[in-house]
T-cell receptor, first 114, second 112 residues
Framework: NAGVTQTPKFRILKIGQSMTLQCTQD?????MYWYRQDPGMGLKLIYY???????DKGEVPNGYNVSRSTTEDFPLRLELAAPSQTSVYFC?????????????FGPGTRLTVL | AQSVTQLGSHVSVSEGALVLLRCNYS??????LFWYVQYPNQGLQLLLK??????LVKGINGFEAEFKKSETSFHLTKPSAHMSDAAEYFC??????????FGTGTKLQVIP
């Protein structure tokens, strides 16, 4: 099992550009999440999904969009990138059978917006 | 609302010394509590979790944590630090499938 994979690992964007961060999991998990991690701020939830076709906003959804057409994939779309979106982005998944089930994290995408 | 406070953004210990990383939570209902570890340039991975039952929870790599309801704490300890323990540690509380609140993290430095 590869677990949770994310691409790309690094990306530099210019202000106003758009991009999609890819996330795939091979554990057949229903629940998937996108977080951003800023220094000294912990992780903030951007969007989450409880299954294919179902997504919802987290704490900091502005400037982002998601879709969930399959169980495996949960891409995060940045439209009109801004310097405030410079961050490390983590995708995670969990089986969701119990609310205390652990989340499995991908290795992250380091994004810089200049 | 539920929240987590981690005391100390940076902790330094000597190799072989006790590791103590502090976490306090606030919760209106019995919480589910977690400790995750993040090694440089990697994602988070679960160290241990408290759900119900025994209040002393053992995790991987010799770490353990004790849930103390009266103190609303869930401190992480390890009797003897190893160089490989150098990482960032996050305490987290679960409010539901999609509502895990993470603390701001504590970076552990292990001095040889």
């Amino acid at each position: 099992n590869a677990g949770v994979t994310q691409t790309p690992k690094f990306r530099i964007l210019k202000i106003g550009q758009s991009m999609t961060l890819q996330c795939t999991q091979d554990m057949n998990h229903n629940y998937m999440y996108w977080y951003r991690q800023d220094p000294g701020m912990g992780l903030k939830l951007i969007y989450y999904s409880v299954g294919a076709g179902i997504t919802d906003k987290g704490e900091v959804p502005n400037g982002y969009n998601v879709s969930r057409s399959t169980t495996e994939d949960f891409p995060l779309r940045l439209e009109l990138a801004a310097p405030s979106q410079t961050s490390v982005y983590f995708c995670a998944s969990s089986s969701g059978g119990r609310i205390y089930n652990e989340q499995f994290f991908g290795p992250g995408t380091r994004l810089t917006v200049l | 609302a539920q929240s987590v406070t981690q005391l100390g953004s940076h902790v330094s210990v000597s190799e072989g010394a006790l590791v103590l990383l502090r976490c306090n939570y606030s919760s209106s209902v019995p919480p589910y509590l977690f400790w995750y570890v993040q090694y440089p340039n990697q994602g988070l991975q679960l160290l241990l979790k408290y759900t119900t039952g025994a209040t002393l929870v053992k995790g991987i790599n010799g770490f353990e944590a004790e849930f103390k309801k009266s103190e609303t704490s869930f401190h992480l300890t390890k009797p003897s630090a190893h160089m490989s323990d150098a990482a960032e540690y996050f305490c987290a509380v679960s409010r539901g499938y999609q509502k895990v609140t993470f603390g701001t993290g504590t970076k552990l430095q292990v001095i040889p």
